[in-house]
């Protein structure tokens, strides 16, 4: 089952999250009209109403100048990584 790296942003823990947690955390605390996220859509939910706020998803995004950053360390890579020569999560978070 795959699981998402989330950082807590005030504390810096990190914790391993399903898919089911992460869906938890989006639809929660919404009015009663609320369509809930799911999982074709659940990315755009996290960047609309969670991230930022007290948690992060750790990932590794393409910049604007072509480089891939690490947002939980900063760590870059070069703009000269293929998309399949980029690892899904930076070594800070997997000890590797």
Same mark, same amino acid.
């Given at each position: 089952?795959?699981?998402?790296?989330?950082?807590?942003?005030?504390?810096?823990? #990190?914790?391993?999250?399903t898919?089911?947690?992460?869906?938890?955390?989006?639809?929660?605390?919404?009015?009663d009209?609320?369509?809930?996220?799911?999982?074709?859509?659940?990315?755009?939910?996290?960047?609309?109403?969670v991230?930022?706020?007290i948690?992060?998803?750790?990932r #590794?995004? $393409? $910049? #604007?100048?072509?480089?891939?950053?690490?947002?939980?360390?900063?760590y870059?890579?070069?703009?000269?990584?293929?998309?399949?020569?980029?690892?899904?999560?930076?070594?800070?978070?997997?000890?590797?």
């Amino acid at each position: 089952m795959k699981t998402y790296k989330v950082k807590h942003i005030e504390s810096g823990n #990190i914790f391993d999250w399903t898919l089911e947690q992460v869906l938890d955390e989006i639809n929660r605390d919404h009015s009663d009209g609320w369509i809930p996220y799911d999982e074709t859509d659940f990315m755009e939910g996290w960047n609309e109403w969670v991230e930022g706020g007290i948690y992060e998803m750790c990932r #590794i995004s $393409q $910049q #604007i100048d072509g480089r891939w950053k690490c947002n939980a360390c900063g760590y870059e890579w070069s703009a000269c990584l293929g998309d399949d020569e980029v690892p899904e999560y930076c070594e800070c978070l997997t000890g590797e």
